[in-house]
């Protein structure tokens, strides 16, 4: 019976997916901890840079802590840290020293594994993070093919990109990911055929949403299609806009004459427990969705729509919804087709909710367009709108990008231009160099007044 292996979404996607990334704190996680090493996944998705600047933002927590009693807790479980491989915290760009130093901080707190998504699939940022990841000593790089609807992301395009990531020898794995819960079973045929034919062997994951209802569905017919590691959550974080639930992927496959390694005492207790803090914090447990068509357009990810409600919300606009996700699909194809993933899924938000705000579109253009208009991110998938891009290159700041290559300081220029010494750990500088120094002030004090 061939056995089928899961990656657990709850704690990174799952939770921001459906909790904003806003809803686990470092107590918690550690709680969950011994029932989640019993389980016997392939791999826990633990964090990314957006969960590392939230930890400090609205838990005013240490997220490098975090992260070392995340593994002490799961001392037999392989836990991954996800990036751009351009940013760390934030959305602006940060120089290899940065995201070499962050790799090495992660393998020296116990993450095993990197996922990385580069939107525009730009190998020479996927080699280039590939070497520093093994640098570092970190078992395990997994890319993503991000998955996307356009007139230029089509099966060539994926088959391509797909020989190219699985020509670098430091690539270990390829997961297609499906951040906007895009695919359907019957696109999935075509593109995972395409796809496993360019891979070199390499194994294929497959990680989707269940935003438009289809998610369970599509992990099945990429099971019969000869995937065997599918990305899962578990009860309250699972369905709704998050990853499909592994009880409903277990129960399914079993139809199918699969199996699975899987403790399922321990994944019950996992679920109990998770239970227990949506209820005690007052969050929504994740609820499968009806078939919503209009995903298809706009492409806004799970974890990002529920940030972008929220956000209008507390600007006052709720009732502006409907129009900004209209404007995100213009918005979307006057730059191009980004690939509805972050940053771009952020950069394309902002410019329509700007637009639609201002109620002249283009009025304000956020640094994001800017620098995405200048090439910092990477080939725009199609040719930019004229107009739009007449109106970003009168902006001051685009011409001062173009005429400059992006700067690559070393570490130590970096501490110095801070004004940071010696004496600052490794650790803190990074949070200090991504956030600033009064939100890890703020962090530091709420640690001092705890202890």
Known sequence: MQEIEFVDTSLRDGNQSLWDATGLKTDMLVSLGPAVDRVGYKAVDLIASTHMGTAVRYHRENPWERIRRATEAMPNTRLCFGTTGRRFIGFKRCPDAILQLVYDRMAANGIRRVWIIDAPHEMEVLYKNARMVKAAGIEEYMVALSYSISPVHTDEYYGEKAQEISSCPDVDTVYLK????????????????????????????????????????????????????????????????AQPSIFNVLKNIKHMGYGAKVNEEAL????????????????????????????????????????????????????????????????????????????????????????????????????????????????TPAPIDPNVLERIHGI????????????????????????????????????????????????????????
């Open 178 to 241: 499906d951040q906007g819960g895009l695919l359907t079973p019957e696109r999935l045929r075509s593109l995972v055929r395409v796809v496993q034919a360019n891979l070199n062997g390499r194994p294929l994951e497959i990680h989707t949403h269940c935003s438009t209802g289809l998610g369970p569905l599509v992990y099945l017919e990429a099971i019969r299609l000869g995937i065997n590691t599918v990305h899962t959550g578990v009860p309250p974080l699972a369905n709704g806009t």
């Open 268 to 379: 019950a207790e996992y679920s109990k427990k998770l239970m227990e803090i949506a209820e005690r914090e007052g969050r929504p447990a994740g609820a499968p969705l009806e078939y919503d068509l209009a995903y298809y357009e706009h492409q806004v990810p799970g974890g990002m729509m529920t940030t972008l409600k929220r956000q209008l919300v507390e600007a006052g606009k709720g009732d502006r919804l409907e129009k900004v996700m209209e404007e995100i699909i213009r918005v979307r194809k006057e730059l191009g087709y980004p690939i509805m993933v972050t940053p771009f899924s952020q950069f394309v938000a902002t410019q329509a909710t700007m637009n639609v705000i201002s109620g002249k579109r283009y009025k304000m253009v956020p640094d994001g367009v800017v620098e995405y208009v200048a090439g910092y991110f990477g080939k």
């Open 396 to 451: 001051p700041k685009f011409r001062d990008l173009v005429e400059r290559e992006f700067p690559q300081p070393s570490i130590a220029e970096i501490r110095s231009n801070m004004g940071i010494g010696k004496n600052v750990f490794d650790e803190e500088f990074l949070l200090r160099y991504a956030l600033g120094d009064d939100e890890v002030d703020k962090m530091l004090s709420a640690s001092r007044d705890c202890s």
